[in-house]
């Protein structure tokens, strides 16, 4: 069974920056799409960003445009999301989450995903 393990939420001021990291654990899981979503209190799961399995394309939610930065390290086997000019209405459960299939570059849906983190959270204070 696959395990994400996602890290590096936490609280940052609003128009601070973080950056999330997210690794396979227990399980050879290399060089598949990925994605992030988040969820806050009430709503349901939202796209984030997306990776090709070779970092190659990539897919944004038009509201972290030009502030958000999905990007993958293959030797490390690790995706990331380096957040910036955070704002408080993102507080959320950010989930990292893995496809198995890779005809597909780049996944913006949560129901085409496989495997999920356990999600961490980013608060944005105002």
């Known amino acids: 069974q696959v395990r994400l393990v996602a890290s590096g939420g936490g609280l940052v001021q609003a128009a601070g920056s973080l950056r999330l990291s997210c690794a396979p654990s227990?399980?050879?899981?290399?060089?598949?799409?990925m994605g992030w979503f988040r969820q806050s209190p009430g709503k349901g799961r939202e796209f984030v960003a997306a990776?090709?399995?070779?970092?190659?394309?990539?897919a944004y939610a038009d509201s972290v445009k030009g502030r958000f930065t999905i990007s993958r390290d293959n030797a490390k086997n690790t995706v990331y999301l380096q957040m910036n000019s955070l704002k408080p209405e993102e507080t959320a459960v950010y989930y990292c989450?893995?496809?198995?299939?890779?005809?597909?570059?780049?996944?913006?849906?949560?129901?085409?995903?496989?495997?999920w983190g356990q999600g961490t959270q980013v608060t944005v204070a105002s």
């Open positions: 990776i090709s399995w070779s970092g190659g394309s990539t």
């Open positions: 227990g399980h050879t899981f290399s060089r598949r799409p």
């Open positions: 989450a893995g496809r198995s299939d890779r005809t597909i570059a780049v996944v913006t849906t949560t129901r085409e995903y496989d495997y």
